[in-house]
């Protein structure tokens, strides 16, 4: 990415666009995805750190998405919620 930075940089190429939309800059794309990407924290951090197996891990994840899925990224309707957990 650096090398294709620095070849954009000199050649002067413009930011790109998908479609009429520009892509969002860095910086706040980065805050939007930080509480997904605390997961790889979460359960490499935990597991490496002697606080849960690799199993519970996995059980960390799961409730960490599911909390995401609901409050963070409103994925998921409440209302939905007991037909998602009864499947």
């Known amino acids: 990415m650096a090398v294709g930075l620095l ?4 050649r002067g ?11 969002p800059p ?5 805050l939007g995805a930080l509480p ?8 490499l951090g935990g597991i490496l ?4 197996s690799a199993t ?3 059980a ?3 409730l960490w998405a599911f909390v995401l899925g609901v ?4 994925e998921i309707p409440l209302r939905a919620l007991g037909r998602i957990v009864l499947s």
Do not use: K, N, Q
């Open 49 to 52: 750190g002697g606080v849960f």
């Open 71 to 74: 409050f963070c990224y409103r």
């Open 7 to 10: 070849i954009a940089r000199a």
């Open 56 to 58: 519970e891990a996995s």
């Open 26 to 30: 860095f910086w706040p794309a980065l």
């Open 60 to 62: 960390i994840a799961v």
């Open 36 to 43: 997904s990407l605390a997961l790889v924290v979460i359960v």
């Open 13 to 23: 190429y413009g930011a790109a666009t998908v479609g009429s939309e520009p892509i």
